[in-house]
């Protein structure tokens, strides 16, 4: 009679001593995890892994689409990095809205979204106007903001009414092209109003009645008290719009061909960055070398450099959540 194997306390047992009954149920349970997690492995690979992979690949090759690729090593790199000024232009625009923007919209939003936790009547009504905006097509909000702030347009009109001969120039200047942008986004900015609005009214209300019982006065009740209550709120809303805007490019494209006034059409050529750069984005390069110029490599290179860029101040976020709002 064969003698039984014993498992020794803090050993594992081995795939060999386990009877076959047991193998077979434990490669049923590793089967059926894998058949529910397919969908998900399917896509990550098809729609991430493939395409970061093969951005990489393409990356050290020239290639046209057209042509078998051929290896260059790291002339798409070296162009990118050290020869291809626009590259210089489309990064730093791209960063005026990540800071700019991103901040603006976290700080409006949040207190857009505390004003409407104080009105007592009306409050389904302006949290329904606020949010309206944010359901417009990208390009049809565009072209309305680009109508209004024309040097002719509504808004410059009324500026005149009131005293200001000499309005900006909006999105037909270099220097209020991005303002502009940031104020169309800014009137968009329902989705953030609604996700904080709801982080208000979970936060405790008997930590709020005892600081007010303490003596705590609005802004240190809302330091002490809101700020900590929300902060994953935060987070969530800074992390997102920093994605978000590293990947600006369907309003900042729209405004600046309608402002420039030679909207691209069949047969004829975009052209990007009006005003003198000013609209150039990081992702409207990647479009003009893959699409335009039909460029793959350097259009690779710019897309990892995009990539690992929205990777680093997530990271960053996330590792100093707690000096975003200042702590607990």
Known sequence: MATPVLALPG????????????????????????????????GFSVFFAYPLIAAVYFSFYYYDQFNAPVWVGLKNWDYIL??????????????????????????????????????????????????????????ISTLVFVYLFDA??????????????????????????????????LWGIGNTVVIFFASLLD????????????????????????????????????VTGVIYTMQYYTQAIVAGEVASGHVATAGTTLDIGYPLGSSLTVPQLIYQQGILNANTGPACVLSILLFAMTMLFTLILLRRKNGLVGGD
Do not use: C
């Open 203 to 238: 936060v405790p209300r008997e930590q709020m009645e005892a600081a007010m019982l303490d003596g705590a006065g609005p802004v240190k009740r809302f330091r002490f008290v809101t700020l900590p209550s929300i902060q994953p709120v935060i987070l969530f809303s800074v």
């Open 11 to 42: 050993r594992r047992r081995k795939r060999a001593d386990l009877p076959a009954a047991l193998r077979a149920k434990r490669r049923r349970e590793g089967l059926a995890a894998l058949g529910f997690l397919s969908p998900w492995l399917l």
């Open 82 to 139: 050290f020869n291809f000024p626009d590259f210089v232009t489309g990064l730093k625009n791209t960063l005026w809205l990540v800071v700019v923007m991103v901040t603006l919209q976290t700080v409006f939003g949040l207190g857009v979204a505390m004003l409407i936790t104080k009105i007592k009547r009306g409050g389904n009504i302006f949290r329904t106007l606020f949010y309206l905006p944010y359901l417009a097509p990208p390009v």
């Open 152 to 185: 002719g347009g509504p808004v410059n009109s009324i500026l005149a009414h009131l005293g200001v001969h000499n309005p900006p120039g909006w999105f037909n200047s270099p220097t209020w092209f991005k303002p502009s942008l940031t104020l169309l986004s």
